[in-house]
């Protein structure tokens, strides 16, 4: 068994789609970056990465390739999963907090974890998302950024 952790944090701005673990939040404003700056979806794929002792998202999909551009992060988080039960890991449960004054996204914990599960192809009962907000201070209480944590186990699921 192995366990990793991933972070990630982005820029809420204007003209954007709001996607939260491949949920689109309906919300004015959305995430800004390179791809589609699904904070949930990158800090969830580094997780898998930092266990299987694979380097991180950047390694992986550097945000210079433009290939990347406005990129759907559910690919990344498929792809990294492929290669995780390429080298003999499967997950057994996932972790995440989510950071955001805004939108409030409690009423959207549910969605998030379903589409989670879906996407590692996992029981939802293997998938937890709890919200919390910045308290009203700093870039998350300023509702400036949205950021993730997530804390992924894995085990083998096969040979090497
Ligand atoms: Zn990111």
């Not at 068994?1 to 959305?30: I, S, Y």
């Not at 299987?52 to 990129?71: E, H, M, N, Q, S």
């Amino acid at each position: 068994m192995r366990v990793g952790l991933g972070h990630d944090t982005h820029r809420l701005g204007e003209g954007r789609p709001l996607l939260v673990g491949g949920v689109r939040v309906p919300h004015p404003r959305g995430l800004v970056g390179h791809s589609d700056a699904d904070v949930v979806l990158h800090a969830v794929t580094d997780a898998l990465l930092g266990a299987a002792g694979l380097g991180d998202i950047g390694d992986a999909y550097p945000d210079t390739d433009p290939a990347y551009k406005d990129a759907d992060s559910r690919l990344f988080l498929a792809e990294t999963l492929l290669r995780l039960n390429q080298h003999g890991w499967g997950v057994v449960n996932l972790d995440v907090t989510v950071f955001a004054q805004e939108p409030k996204l409690g009423p959207h914990k549910d969605a998030i974890r379903r589409s989670l599960a879906e996407l590692l192809g996992v029981e939802v009962g293997a998938v937890n998302v709890k919200a919390k907000t910045g308290e009203k201070v700093g870039h998350i209480g300023r509702a400036e950024a949205i950021a993730c944590q997530a804390v992924v186990l894995i085990d083998r699921i096969g040979p090497v």
